[in-house]
Each structure stands twice: as structure tokens, then as C-alpha cells.
């Protein structure tokens, strides 16, 4: 989770303004894209391995980033090798790892309330006639709610695993919905209550 | 001196009467609210903040009707504060409020050092707001209320999901406000040193004076 990953730190890369990062990992990744070229992934690869040392932060860092993409990068390369070859396999999970490292290298190195007062500020200058304070509050409210529904998740999985309901997706589901909406309607009294306008 | 005063009040819902018959003005310091579950004592706090409009009559901050008035000046909070904190961030959330009073954010930044550094909680400042225990979100909670300087803070059940100890700190807090509160609390023993308590049964007040008769009177209601 994007909130969770940030590692505090004073590195040149921690300094560096969000809005400035989020421009260069988007032209970053686009390029990456554009430039078919494994030498080009190989040495973007690398380009990353350089940003996470000038960060400090250690392998395990980048293993936590990785870790939940595991099983769809080996789909992937699984994927290519009966579609391709081992080659054309290799690159194309190689070059997806890179990508998600370099967007990593942000989360790990902004807090998420810098990246979304960097939203904020970016959709003003763009334009008056955005509403970018409630657009930065949706995305605020968005990173809040992750945790909350997986708090949630837990709270109804154990109350559902102590009364000997196992693995019944549909089951866990429809408590996680009614509960969700139920905490966004709470949450939205308490924006209401706290609000003057 | 504020008040808030309620006249001829009246809640309905869906076609049910939750409130009805309300007439009183509230002035003392710290004010309780008992009664039991679904007696209409959330809907009658809710109505003091103007999260819950009235079907019939008004309510009065000092003669004003405005419920801009009442939004602004009376601060609210919840029973669960995971679903009051907004924010990922607790600066962030305690912000949230007064960027919507359009304060400069020096003045912001002040508030919030201040309230932290008198509740004791600056360390916080940084952290997540869901890697916080309990009682830590609550006064959090409460602090994003605070941070707005209202007049009123209208308390309901803050200390249900909190244990002893939290509980005890939470009202230690409050005990050192200068704003006027009014609480709904199932703990009659925090009812206990308060100004005046109301008894809410059947959507109207049963019985209204200090704690030590209301709250006698109250218990011997509850009898099963």
C-alpha cells in the first residue's frame, strides 16, 4: 500500500519535489515502453538500482515492492515462453520489474500526502476551473480507505472463520461491501460535520 | 455566555417520530446525555450540530438559526474515529478542517503545533492515521475538532470502543476544555461530575437536572 511503503529519509531523491518525480517516472516509463530494446531495459534497470542506493534504501526495499507482483510477473514470463521464446520472456518480465521499481522509488520516497498536494497544485495551474481540492480529498480518501477495508476484510474473515465459514469468497464479500458503504457514509457525515461551507 | 436552544423540535424519519416536543436551552459547561439504545439521543445530538436537520421547529445558537452558524461553532464527535479521521495523515487530517475555514497555512501550521503540543500529542503529527491504537485516534479525532477553536463540542459515545485507561485519559482531556460539551455516554460513572444531564426516552427528555437524580432515576428505569 502506497502510505505503508514510504521509508523517511533525507537522500537527495527524498528532497526532490513529488511533482518533479511523478513527471520523470512518467517519461521514464514511457520510455522504457517506446525504446523496444533489451539493452534499453537492461540499462534503465540499472538507472534504478542507481536511484534506490542514492535513496539508501536496501534490496529488501525493492523486494517489498516486487513481492505482490511475483505470481503476474511469472504468468507473464510463463506466458511468453510457450508464446515466444526465453529470450522474449526475459525481457518482457524484466522490463515490467523495471517499471514497477522506478514507481516504487517513488512510493518509498514520498509521503503520500506530499504526492497528493502535488496533485492538488498541479491541477490548479492547469486549470482554475478543476475542483483540484476535492479531487486531492477523493485521492486522500482513497489511501484512507485502503487500510480501512482491509481492517474490515480481517474483522468479518475471523468472525466468519470462528463460527467454521472457510474460504467462501462470495460470503466474505457481500458483509465487505455493506460494511464499506456503511464507514463511506460515516465518513462523509464526518467531512459534512467538519465542514462550514 | 453561549447557548444553544432548541424550540419545539421535532425529528422525523421515514415517517417515524424519533424526536418530538423539544423545548430547552442548553448554557452550562458540561452537559450529559443518557438513554437507551435507539431513544433518540444520537438524533438529538446530531441536531446540535446540524448534521440532523429538524423535521419541525428550530435550533438556536445564541437566537441564530443560521446552520452554517452551528456547523461552525459546534464541533462534533463521533463514536468510531476511523470513520472521523479522513486523511491518511494525521497532520493532514487535522488540517482538513481548517482549510475549509480558508485559513492561511502559517496559521494552520500554528494551530496544529499548538493543539499537538498541548495535548501532548506532537509526536504524532506524522504518523498514519491507521497505524494508531485506538484511544490515539480517538484523541485525534477529537483534536481535529479542536483545531477548528468551536465554541460547543457535542461528544457522541466517544469512550464505547475505548478500554479503562484510554477511557480516563480521553476524559482528562476534556476535563481541561475551555469549550462547553455535551456527551452521550452509556458510562454513567463519566455522568457523574457533569453540570446537568438529560435523560432521553421515547424521543423526548424524560428527565433533565443534575447527574446524581437523573441518573437515579434513569438506573431505576432500567430495571429488567
Redesign the interface.
Known sequence: ML??LHVPGNSPVHRARPGVKLALLAVFCTAVFILDDPLVTAMSGALVALGYAAAGLRPRHAWTSLRPALWPLVIVFLAQLVLADAGTAMFVTGRFAVLILAASLLTLTT???DL?DSLRVGLERLSPRIPA?RIA?AV??C??FI??VR?VLEDIRRAQWSRGLERRPLALLVPLIVRTLR?AD??A????????? | MSTLSLRNVEVEKDGIRILSGLTLDLSERRIGIVGRNGSGKSTFARLLNGLERPSAGQVLLDGDPEPRGLRRHVGFVFQNPDNQIVYPNVGEDLEFGLKNLRLPPEERRDRIATLLDTLQLSHLRDRLTHTLSGGEKQLIALAGVLVMRPDWIVLDEPTTLLDLWNTRRFMRVLDGLEQRIVMVSHHLDLMQGLDRVLHIADGTVADDGPPAGVIAGYVARSEC
Not at chain 1, 189 to 197: C, D, G, K, L, Q
Open positions: 502510505s505503508d509521503r503520500a500526502v497528493t481540492d480529498l486522500s480518501l489511501l484512507r487500510p480501512l481492517t464507514t460515516e465518513m457525515e464526518a467531512i459534512e460535520a467538519r465542514s462550514v461551507e
